[in-house]
């Protein structure tokens, strides 16, 4: 079989975290498969769509890292195409779907339904009061063939229901396994709506077909509505594809993701400073892990090691604090270069030069979370310092001790040839070899000179922040902490 899987985004907004996780799995599969990967955009309902998104959608994939073969694409800023199997965009298949609306119809499949919005919802609270399921009466079902032709000759506005057999279906999902629904307990589905679009139903189904798609892979909310797909699949006499539904992704306190309860969009989590590499192998493990052994892999990794039959059926929750610890361990995998490069965006131009932002990130990449991170740790190197005069004092120390050790440290410093600010190793052996020739506390001296350069209780060491900031800024910013204890 030639594999080919596919990711149907819906344009109304940003790239929710499950659709990339969905979307990544469609990639990983393909790819481990020599097989095909095709983005196709489902926009068919138009009280949802936003402008712009499609094109947002194409940028977050490509700086995910997930490339396709098939689908929409942007070519200097244009909305194009590659492949053979398009349009990629739904609203330009219409006339592919009413032929294989009206062919449904012809065959007894589907039916013309006439009914009021008003009388619509009506029935539905007349169900509801008691307790019975919410679904169509089928009512225009008993209309004759002459009926049907007048009130479509009076042009009455109306839609196609897909008529759903008795008995029940049964079919196979490779995380799942069998699954069988009382055909009883699903709806005549609306196939195509009064404004001449389709619903996801009958578009999904037809498009996949004649795309050769092979694998649906998507979030188990669909579960329920495969036995609409699968009569429909057999009315058009299609070959059935492989069904794989994925657990949902959960909060902590196991509802559904949602924006309630923090960021779900793609796009909010790269403007915060996560990598996209750190994220796709995040997004990657919820659900699916080759090894207990390991966390970290790489696309390729991760594209050799995917199996959909070991994919869990259970939620999986979306951890913020395992996110922040990856995204933490691959900026610290990141050679400085490349660190400086994805650094850059998060940096008011200007500010800081790139000399001293490389200097910055070697010392400060060790405690970076994220990237949005970097221009509150430029500040302490860059803008004078406002600090609690008291926490230039260690522990039990005096004020008096802490203008001491800093006259000292001050001293030292300014004697030292400017070559030794070249490696922080060099000024970490003068000043160490100072305080132990004076037969001084390493705290009484390092707390307050570590203060004095940082302006922070908790910062890089003072050596580091002292070969960042260079001998005269470093001696500078010890008088001014002497001046004021003096003062």
């Avoid at 009130?151 to 699954?179: M, N, Y």
């Amino acid at each position: 079989m030639n594999v080919k899987t596919r990711f149907p985004p819906s344009p109304t907004g940003f790239l929710h975290v499950g659709s990339l996780r969905t979307a990544l799995y469609n990639f990983l599969f393909a790819k481990k498969n020599h097989g095909t990967f095709l983005v196709r955009i489902e926009d068919t309902d138009r009280t949802r769509y936003v402008e712009g998104a499609v094109e947002s959608l194409i940028a977050t994939l490509d700086r995910m890292g997930l490339s396709y073969d098939e689908g929409p694409i942007l070519v200097d800023g244009v909305l194009k195409e590659k492949g053979e199997n398009g349009p990629y965009v739904q609203s330009a298949r219409l006339p592919i779907y009413l032929e294989h609306t009206l062919r449904l119809v012809l065959q007894g499949d589907a039916y013309y339904c006439f009914c009021t919005k008003e009388r619509l919802e009506e029935l539905r609270k007349s169900q509801e009061l008691i307790k019975a399921s919410t679904k169509y009466d089928r009512q225009c079902l008993k209309l004759t063939a002459k009926e049907v032709k007048a009130r479509l000759d009076a042009q009455e506005q109306h839609v196609i229901r897909l008529k759903i057999p008795d008995g029940e279906t049964t079919f196979e999902d490779v995380i799942r396994g069998s699954v069988t629904i009382q055909n009883a307990q699903i709806d005549d589905q609306v196939l195509m709506k009064a404004d001449g679009f389709p619903t996801y139903h009958l578009a999904m189904v037809v498009d996949d077909h004649l795309m050769g798609v092979t694998h649906v892979i998507r979030g188990e909310e669909w579960i329920s509505s495969v036995p609409k797909h699968v009569h429909l699949y057999k009315a058009f006499g299609f070959p059935l594809p492989v069904f794989a539904h994925l657990p949902l992704i959960l909060n902590p306190d196991k509802s559904k993701l949602s924006k309630r309860q923090g960021d779900v969009a793609v796009e909010e989590y790269l403007a915060k400073g996560y990598l996209p590499e750190a994220l796709l192998n995040f997004v990657a493990l919820l659900g699916f892990n080759p090894s207990a052994a390991r966390e970290m892999y790489s696309l390729d990794e991760l594209t050799q090691a995917f199996d959909l039959s070991k994919v869990n059926k259970s939620g999986a929750v979306f951890d913020i604090v395992k996110l922040n610890w990856m995204n933490g361990m691959y900026i610290r995998s990141m050679n400085i270069d490349e660190l400086m490069e994805s650094a850059k965006p998060f940096c008011e131009r200007g500010v800081v030069s790139d000399e001293l932002l490389k200097k910055i990130l070697v010392v400060e990449r060790e405690r970076l979370v994220t990237l949005a991170e970097i221009p509150e740790r430029i500040k302490p190197y860059t803008q004078p310092l406002s600090y609690d005069l008291q926490m230039l004092v260690w522990k039990k120390s005096t004020k008096e001790d802490a203008i001491t050790q800093l006259r000292g440290v001050l001293e030292l410093i300014t004697d030292l040839d400017p070559e030794v600010f070249h490696d922080p190793v060099l000024i970490e052996s003068h000043v160490k070899r100072y305080i132990e020739s004076k037969g001084l506390q390493n705290g009484n001296v390092l707390w307050p000179m570590r203060v004095a350069l940082s302006g922070f209780d908790k910062s890089a060491g003072p050596f580091q922040i002292a070969w960042i900031l260079g001998k005269d800024e470093t001696l500078s910013r010890l008088s001014t902490a002497i001046d004021k204890l003096s003062s």
